[in-house]
T-cell receptor, first 113, second 114 residues
Framework: KAGVTQTPRYLIKTRGQQVTLSCSPI?????VSWYQQTPGQGLQFLFEYFSETQRNKGNFPGRFSGRQFSNSRSEMNVSTLELGDSALYLCASSLEGLTTEQFFGPGTRLTVL | AQSVTQLDSQVPVFEEAPVELRCNYS??????LFWYVQYPNQGLQLLLK??????LVKGINGFEAEFNKSQTSFHLRKPSVHISDTAEYFC????????????FGTGTRLQVTL
């Protein structure tokens, strides 16, 4: 069974731009969560989607948004990029996200210049 | 809300020696607990999980952990480490029934040397 895939793997943007990251979950998984990993703040939960609806949300500004499609693929968008948004963005999928563990993708490394 | 404390940022150990990575959590509700490992330039790999039942949990690659509710701990152990175990280890907690919303510790860098 294929694992979680994330595209692109690396991305360079400039301040003020916006970016869209994509995540394809493991086949059959319906829950997709996003995390931000930085050296200063560590791993932080962004949001979770289940059946095309945002079910949980972390403490990030509204510039961070996401969506999920009917095939469970998910995208996250960051608008008006700031230098501090430079991070590894990890996507994780889970069967239903309530009592089942998450499996992580390799991440997208975003660099904001 | 939940929080996790990993007291050791780095743990150096010789190959074939035992190791324990410490994790303490705080929560006002029942929790699920997880240990993940991250190798350089990779995502997170699940080592083991505690959802309910037996407090001694066995995972992949010879790792195990014990859930201690009275001490709010979930320490990770391995009786004999290998060079290939060198990596960053993260303890994570979620409220029971919300496994998709994890709160992570700051990580422990396990450095195994000959």
């Amino acid at each position: 069974k294929a694992g979680v895939t994330q595209t692109p793997r690396y991305l360079i943007k400039t301040r003020g731009q916006q970016v869209t990251l994509s995540c394809s979950p493991i086949s059959g998984h319906r829950s997709v969560s996003w995390y931000q990993q930085t050296p200063g703040q560590g791993l932080q939960f962004l949001f979770e989607y289940f059946s095309e609806t945002q079910r949980n949300k972390g403490n990030f500004p509204g510039r961070f948004s996401g969506r999920q499609f009917s095939n469970s693929r998910s995208e996250m968008n960051v608008s008006t990029l700031e230098l501090g948004d430079s991070a590894l963005y990890l996507c994780a999928s889970s069967l239903e996200g309530l009592t089942t563990e998450q499996f992580f993708g390799p991440g997208t490394r975003l660099t904001v210049l | 809300a939940q929080s996790v404390t990993q007291l050791d940022s780095q743990v150096p150990v010789f190959e074939e020696a035992p190791v324990e990575l410490r994790c303490n959590y705080s929560s006002s509700v029942s929790v699920y607990l997880f240990w993940y490992v991250q190798y350089p330039n990779q995502g997170l790999q699940l080592l083991l999980k505690y959802l309910s039942g037996s407090t001694l949990v066995k995972g992949i690659n010879g790792f195990e952990a014990e859930f201690n509710k009275s001490q709010t701990s979930f320490h990770l152990r391995k009786p004999s480490v290998h060079i290939s175990d060198t990596a960053e280890y993260f303890c994570a907690v979620s409220a029971a029934g919300t496994a998709s919303k994890l709160t992570f510790g700051t990580g422990t860098r396990l450095q195994v040397t000959l």
